[in-house]
């Protein structure tokens, strides 16, 4: 299948500070990206569709100020966790859509930890 | 509206015996399924797919699963199950007839292995 390359893979950060996540597809170009929020022992809430060359949509409840997301490239995604909280703790995974068809595929995660 | 059931959130079986993981899903139209797997802290693997082809899937890791329209299920199984099969499990559809991309996402359902 298909690669997802998630970095990193886990950050420790002061409340306040801002971090990024990477996220890119290695052998596919994925002009749709994901990015869901993971919560202990639940299913993957879905944060925001990034989509390339335009700007993300963000489901209901997301704050687009305070995760802001980039997508320049067909490779690449970025979100960007601004001035952090201890409640943005959390594991957060990216996924590409393979164009034309239905199947998304999953970076590693990102386990943020905010003190 | 579109939804998808694990029926179990948590199934328990002894290495070497069989495996049974059930989902069923409610829509309106033909759906794709999807089987994916989440080992301890990492990203979503794509185990099978189901796309209108054939009703019997073969995924990886010896993971099957049937397609039955009549009981709208798409039960998840294995022969005989082994250590490393221990991990989180997700019967996943795409949102909707248009191809968004969003996919709804069942509950989750763990599968603990004994020795």
């Known amino acids: 299948g298909a690669v997802v390359s998630q970095h990193p893979s886990r950050v420790i950060c002061k409340s306040g500070t801002s971090v990024k996540i990477e996220c890119r597809s290695l052998?596919?170009?994925?002009?749709?990206m994901f990015w869901y929020r993971q919560f202990p022992k639940k299913s993957l809430m879905l944060m925001a569709t990034?989509?390339?060359?335009?700007?993300?949509?963000?489901e209901q409840g997301v704050e687009k100020d305070k995760f802001l997301i980039n997508h320049a490239s067909l490779t690449l995604s970025t979100l960007t966790v601004t001035s952090a909280h201890p409640e943005d703790s959390s594991f957060y995974i990216c996924?590409?859509?393979?164009?034309?068809?239905?199947?998304?595929?999953f970076g590693a995660g990102t386990r943020l930890s905010v003190l | 509206a579109q939804s998808v059931t694990q029926l179990d959130s948590h199934v328990s079986v002894s290495e070497g015996t069989p495996v049974l993981l059930r989902c069923n899903y409610s829509?309106?139209?033909?759906?794709?399924l999807f089987w994916y797997v989440q080992h301890p802290n990492k990203g979503l693997q794509l185990l099978l797919k189901?796309?209108?082809?054939?009703?019997l899937v073969k995924g990886i890791n010896g993971f099957e699963a049937e397609f039955k329209k009549s009981e709208t299920s798409f039960h998840l199984t294995k022969p005989s199950a082994h250590m490393s099969d221990a991990a989180e499990y997700f019967c996943?559809?795409?949102?909707?007839?248009?191809?968004?991309?969003?996919?709804?996402f069942g509950q989750g359902t763990t599968l603990q292995v004994k020795p």
């Open positions: 052998d596919f170009q994925a002009t749709t």
């Open positions: 990034s989509n390339e060359g335009s700007k993300a949509t963000y």
């Open positions: 189901y796309t209108s082809a054939a009703t």
């Open positions: 996924s590409g859509l393979v164009t034309g068809t239905r199947i998304q595929y």
């Open positions: 829509s309106s139209y033909s759906p794709s």
């Open positions: 996943v559809f795409p949102h909707g007839s248009s191809n968004t991309g969003k996919l709804i």
